[in-house]
T-cell receptor
Framework: AQTVTQSQPEMSVQEAETVTLSCTYD???????LFWYKQPPSRQMILVIR??????QNATENRFSVNFQKAAKSFSLKISDSQLGDTAMYFC?????????????FGTGTRLTVIP | DSGVTQTPKHLITATGQRVTLRCSPR?????VYWYQQSLDQGLQFLIQ???????AKGNILERFSAQQFPDLHSELNLSSLELGDSALYFC?????????????FGPGTRLTVT
């Protein structure tokens, strides 16, 4: 079974600063995908970034980047130039690479507060 | 706006009752997933449908069932409701295939069982 662990229940960061959210996972699979989702107070789940396990290059989306360490089974999210709108719950998620069934396994989330 | 719609937004009902939650996937997406988000269980996968057929089952109770219709919309039926079924229920959709595995979530249906 796949498990996803987010060991930081809450974090805070000053506006314009950089923050890193941690995620580790456990799997025996070799091919898989990893995702970070953001859930703001509106409760909408918003895809932030994704990483394919077969790619060595870390994914980047504007101010969001990941540090993917496959051997260590670690997948951290770095948010640069933090903005007030980044205040949200952040969920790390794992998906097996397989045809057909592609459900997500989620971590317990990290609540991030951006302080003005 | 993800393009996934869910109705109703809120639902309040009593224990023992039955409710139906509805989801319309993004245009062109063939897969629909249902997730439950509760305070004690976190975000859990319930069930997936692909082009009308069940593809995967997660921690879905026997009191819960789902289906996907020919127009690809999906319904999640919850029966004999208990207080512990109070949660936010999300539907997500994905295109499946073509190397695209992102799931796009609807706004959710908040179910309160009293």
């Amino acid at each position: 079974a796949q498990t996803v662990t987010q060991s930081q229940p809450e974090m805070s960061v000053q506006e314009a600063e950089t923050v890193t959210l941690s995620c580790t996972y456990d799997t025996s699979e070799n091919n898989y995908y990893l995702f970070w989702y953001k859930q703001p107070p509106s409760r909408q789940m918003i895809l932030v970034i994704r990483q394919e396990a077969y790619k060595q290059q870390n994914a980047t989306e504007n101010r969001f980047s990941v540090n993917f360490q496959k051997a260590a089974k670690s997948f951290s999210l770095k948010i640069s130039d933090s903005q007030l709108g980044d205040t949200a719950m952040y969920f790390c998620a794992f998906m097996k690479h397989q045809t057909g069934a592609n459900n997500l396994f989620f971590g317990t989330g990290t609540r991030l507060t951006v302080i003005p | 706006d993800s393009g996934v719609t869910q109705t109703p937004k809120h639902l309040i009902t009593a224990t023992g009752q039955r409710v139906t939650l509805r989801c319309s996937p993004r245009s062109g997406d063939l897969s629909v997933y249902w997730y439950q988000q509760s305070l004690d269980q976190g975000l859990q996968f319930l069930i997936q449908y692909y082009n009308g057929e069940e593809r995967a089952k997660g921690n879905i109770l026997e009191r819960f069932s789902a289906q996907q219709f020919p127009d690809l919309h999906s319904e999640l039926n919850l029966s004999s409701l208990e207080l512990g079924d109070s949660a936010l229920y999300f539907c997500a959709s994905s295109p499946q295939g073509g190397g695209s595995y992102e799931q796009y979530f609807g706004p959710g249906t908040r179910l309160t069982v009293t």
